[in-house]
């Protein structure tokens, strides 16, 4: 309602076939992995929650509110592809405090059962510290965002965005304003 924007970097589940092809023609991974983000897409989805989770998904996509891009790490020596798997968050009021966090703190009844979970939040307001933290958090995001960091390959697919609002998104009656 304030106007803010959600950028999320997300990484693709690639198969051992994903893999594999990476392997054998890796001036194709481009492909490969916009082909294995649209194999999940293809779930059937029932579930009245999750159709209007998803149309909720679709919707602050085709507003601009929600910004997705793919990362992934790339090892051109060993023709292999990782998966970015950091757990990172970062966000900010209009009076400019901010909240970063790192970690994960699955919900899953998983994780809930059999993992151990643990998450870190800073707050700029707080403390020095915790704002020489949230800084880092920051320019962290920023650089992945901007496919600035070394270790990964940070891409856009509008191609991706296309699936989902065809999937996925069934009405715009919902109000951003």
Known sequence: KNGGTIDLVASPYLSKEDEEAIRVGYE???????????????????????QERLNLLACLIEKGILNIKIAFIENEKEKKIGMYHEK?????????????????????????????????????????????????KE??????????????????????????LEKYKRHSNINFN
């Open 28 to 50: 194709n991974r481009t492909k490969i992995i916009e082909n294995a983000l649209n194999r999940s897409l293809q779930e059937d989805i029932k579930n009245p929650f999750s």
């Open 139 to 164: 320019e962290a995001f920023s650089k992945i965002w901007g496919n600035y960091d070394s270790k990964l390959k940070v891409m856009s697919f509008p191609s991706i965005k296309k699936s989902i």
């Open 88 to 136: 990172l968050g970062l966000m900010e009021d209009v009076s400019g405090n901010k909240i970063a966090f790192s970690g994960s703190m699955n919900e899953s009844w998983n994780a809930m059962v059999n993992n151990y979970e643990t998450i870190d939040v800073f707050c700029s307001w707080k403390s020095e510290s915790e704002k020489t933290r949230v800084l880092q």
